[in-house]
């Protein structure tokens, strides 16, 4: 049996999406990889409560030398994959370039709509609202030096309602989209991972 890809999964904020991948480890869907460590920049994240209750050991890191530590956290828990899930920092380039293909990230819409530096959290909702889409939905995607702008890996789509409040909309963009194609993409790029080291 193929030993299990190592993952780290990097939070700030309620931890929605981790909750949904250690679900999906616990329901099978998510088999090729295993959580090892979640790193916080927020020491109140209430995804660390979830991590906690899971026995996933937690690291919260500071802004301070935010890239050193980050490394060397990563290295000591021989970590192989990073999954930003509602990470509010921008990792820097210089980080990035030595995980090609080994982090990626889950958006709130359709990229390329209302992505980038400026469109984060609730901002993307309300943005897709104002422009009056009919349809939005959330992006899985490889995380480059581009804020948004790494290779496409899934996506899935959710119908705007005439009476959707920015807040109605990121809850349905969640429960419909993102906790359903986040635990498929890490275990797609974990199923490639093992591939490529066999
Ligand atoms: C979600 O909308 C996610 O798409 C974005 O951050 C928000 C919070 O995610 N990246 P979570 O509940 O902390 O996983």
């Known amino acids: 049996m193929n030993k299990k890809v190592k993952i780290a999964v990097l939070v700030s904020g309620g931890g929605t999406n981790l909750q949904a991948l250690i679900d999906a480890q616990k329901n099978g869907?998510?088999?090729?990889?295993?959580?090892e460590l979640v790193i916080s920049n927020n020491s109140n994240a209430f995804a660390l409560k979830?991590?906690?209750e899971n026995n996933i050991p937690f690291e919260i890191i500071d802004k301070k030398d935010f890239e050193e530590k980050l490394k060397e956290i990563l290295k000591s828990h021989k970590i192989e994959f990073i999954v930003l899930a509602g990470f509010t920092a921008i990792l820097p380039a210089s980080f990035v370039?030595?995980?090609?293909?080994?982090?990626i990230n889950i958006h709130p819409s359709l990229i390329p709509s209302f992505c980038g530096k400026c469109f984060y959290g609730i901002k993307v909702h309300e943005a897709a609202l104002k422009k009056g889409v009919k349809i939005t939905g959330a992006t899985t995607h490889f995380v480059n030096e581009i804020v948004d702008?790494?290779?496409?890996?899934?996506?899935?789509?959710?119908?705007?309602?005439e009476d959707d409040t920015a807040e109605k909309l990121q809850?349905?963009?969640m429960e419909f989209a993102e906790w359903i194609i986040l635990p498929q993409s890490v275990e797609?790029?974990?199923?490639?991972?093992?591939?490529?080291k066999s």
């Open 149 to 161: 702008g790494g290779e496409i890996i899934m996506q899935k789509a959710v119908e705007v309602y």
């Open 29 to 35: 869907i998510l088999k090729s990889g295993k959580i």
């Open 171 to 173: 809850k349905r963009v």
């Open 50 to 52: 979830r991590a906690e």
């Open 97 to 103: 370039k030595d995980y090609d293909k080994r982090i």
């Open 188 to 196: 797609k790029v974990c199923k490639n991972i093992i591939k490529e």
